[in-house]
């Protein structure tokens, strides 16, 4: 079967679905999604943690987070579904002064950066933010009120069906989407089912994007990095309004969604398929191991390993997104390589992609730093605060 569209974008997830909607109410007509998948949030989307956060490294990371931010407050008018977003605010904790030095560095940039709430915490402030963690294991920390929580497939299912009341066609089930380039130019995408003409293509495809972009010529280091969530059984033990707490000396945090506790700790996990999003049990040690040490409480708290879940980052070389027109094919468009944070960034990239498509260039924020040819120029711009 063939087909035209003005655009099409590989990848139905949250990134994907924000630029649809925000090219469509740009007025962006012959939209088409396709996604491997057999239905939304059964991707890298479904299995995010929902957090959201402006407390970054880099002076882009803090801005994209204030853009999707106001976007957030104002996702409910302009979509019609609640993204479920919660001021619960994210809580770094220091156990040393050198932590805490770095920590307090890092509240004045993202200060200056825009992120005007982000404040030092004392230790009594700590256990007044979260009573769960002992006053005597930490010397201060971090807290922003306005960081917390979002629903992630509240916030696709949004995007999807705003688009398609705008007129975009999206269609899951569709395998795998290969851009066809000639002359260095976008020509069409070509799926298992139907080939589909069109001079623009957006990749927005994860933990995926890497190898969808070589297929078109482009080489990005992005690569799939897995992560893993712990889920306790139900109890009332710690509050649903309680910040997510994160230990910076090895970046064990936590947080409560729907009455559990979800423990993460960032560890290198083995695998000879580097896509496989099955939950490794053999983390679950060293992962308790800190759990119980950092917040005594939880040692009352049995594992529901039927709960327990992983997924895929979508890394890139320097861990930030990888946005704009790829370098040497004209109409190749990339947003991709969030590194953990492309969630809680959703609202910002699909607004900011939809007007490199329309206008050519980003104008909303600047994102000279995440433009494509940085891995080739080496000027990466490393983030140091990925999760």
Request: net charge negative; with cysteine.
């Amino acid at each position: 079967m063939s087909s035209t569209a003005d655009v099409v974008i590989i990848g139905g997830g949250v990134i994907g679905a924000s630029v649809a909607y925000h090219l469509a109410a740009r007025g962006q007509k012959r939209i088409v999604v396709l996604d491997r998948t057999q239905g939304p949030g059964l991707g890298s989307t479904g299995r995010a943690t929902g957090g959201f956060r402006g407390q970054f490294s880099t002076r882009v990371n803090v801005q994209l987070s204030l853009l999707a931010r106001d976007k957030l407050t104002a996702f409910r008018d302009e979509t019609g579904t609640d993204p479920g977003y919660r001021p619960c605010g994210y809580l770094f904790l220091a156990s040393n002064a050198d932590q805490l030095a770095a920590l307090r560095t890092a509240a004045a940039f993202q200060q200056a950066a825009g992120l005007r709430d982000v404040r030092e915490v004392t230790p009594d402030e700590v256990v007044d933010l979260n009573p769960a963690v002992p006053r005597d294991a930490v010397i201060g920390g971090t807290y922003c009120p306005t960081d917390g929580f979002i629903r992630p497939l509240e916030i696709l299912r949004g995007y999807l069906a705003a688009a398609q009341r705008l007129g975009a066609r999206v269609q899951f089930g569709a395998g795998w989407a290969r851009c066809l380039v000639e002359h260095g130019r976008v020509t069409a995408v070509r799926t298992e089912t139907e080939t589909v003409a069109t001079r623009c293509v957006v990749n927005a495809a994860g933990a995926w994007a890497g190898a969808v972009a070589a297929e078109a010529g482009v080489e990005i280091p992005v690569r799939p990095v897995r992560r893993q969530v712990a889920v306790t059984y139900p109890a009332a033990l710690l509050p649903e309004e309680m910040p997510l707490t994160i230990f910076v000396d090895d970046g064990f945090h936590l947080r409560v969604r729907d009455g559990r506790v979800l423990l993460l700790w960032p560890a290198d996990l083995p695998a000879d398929d580097p896509f496989d999003t099955a939950f490794d049990a053999r983390w679950l040690t060293p992962l308790l191991d800190r759990a119980r040490a950092h917040v005594p409480v939880l040692r009352g708290l049995q594992i529901d390993r039927d709960a327990c879940w992983a997924g895929l980052y979508e890394m890139s070389a320097d861990r930030h997104a990888v946005l704009g027109q790829a370098p040497g094919v004209q109409g190749l468009y990339l947003a991709n390589g969030s590194s953990g944070h492309g969630v809680m960034h959703a609202p910002a990239l699909g607004h900011l992609t939809a007007e490199f498509v329309l206008d050519g260039t980003a104008t909303t924020v600047d994102v000279h730093a995440l433009r494509p040819e940085r891995f080739a120029e080496g000027a990466l711009n490393p983030e140091s605060g990925v999760l």
